[in-house]
């Protein structure tokens, strides 16, 4: 999910502001130590890659606004808020040099397809932790499926509130955005949760929001 081109600079400007102290904040706080444990950088580096790659496959509404499956939730949920932060950034640095893009749109693209869903997909977790039973399946099915979806509708309305306020030339959304947007996130929290599954089965060390004393602890009998 990007934003349109053609904003005025003014706005590029804002995202840069924005961004800069939470990036430095993301860099500051970060787990980089987990990096250098067994083949966990590798693991991250793998994801960036194939999210960027995500980041290719998409389409358009209207002549502007192009649309894409984020990939923001699972990497929150592999390897936290900082390192999500620090990864969907480089993920929007890196699609931006493949595909030849504005710089100064860098910023806005990382905060709305990057940040933003990435914040989403913690409180999600974080609401999930205090209120719910801390089991398995809410892990997958909350944490996963609807922290995807709602990552996925929180880029959407941000776009759309964008768009609404700057009205670029030619960025038009149309009667199709809301369809668009609830099949987008219905497809953000299938591979989500798809995903976030088969790694806590099968690959839990990749997963660092998932823990077994709290997701699998036994009842004492």
Known sequence: MDLPQGLPTSWHVAAWLVLAPLLAWALLRGSWSRLGVNEQSHVFLGALVAIALLWTIGGRVGPVVHFHLLGATILYLMFGLPLAIVGMTLVAVATNVAGGGDWMAIASRALVAGAL?????????????????????????????????????????????????????????????????????????????????????????????????????????
């Open 117 to 221: 869903p990435v914040l989403v997909s913690h409180l999600v977790l974080r609401a999930a932790e205090a209120r719910l039973p801390a089991n398995f399946f809410v892990y997958v099915f909350v944490a996963g499926f609807l922290g995807g979806a709602l990552a996925m509708l929180g880029a959407a309305v941000a776009v759309a509130g964008v768009i609404d306020l700057a009205q670029p030339a030619g960025a038009s959304l149309g009667d199709a955005w809301t369809a668009t947007a609830l099949m987008l996130a219905f497809a953000e929290a299938t591979l989500t949760g798809m995903l976030i599954t088969l790694f806590v089965v099968y690959k839990p060390a990749w997963v660092g929001t998932f823990r077994d004393e709290i997701y699998l602890k036994r009842r004492e009998p």
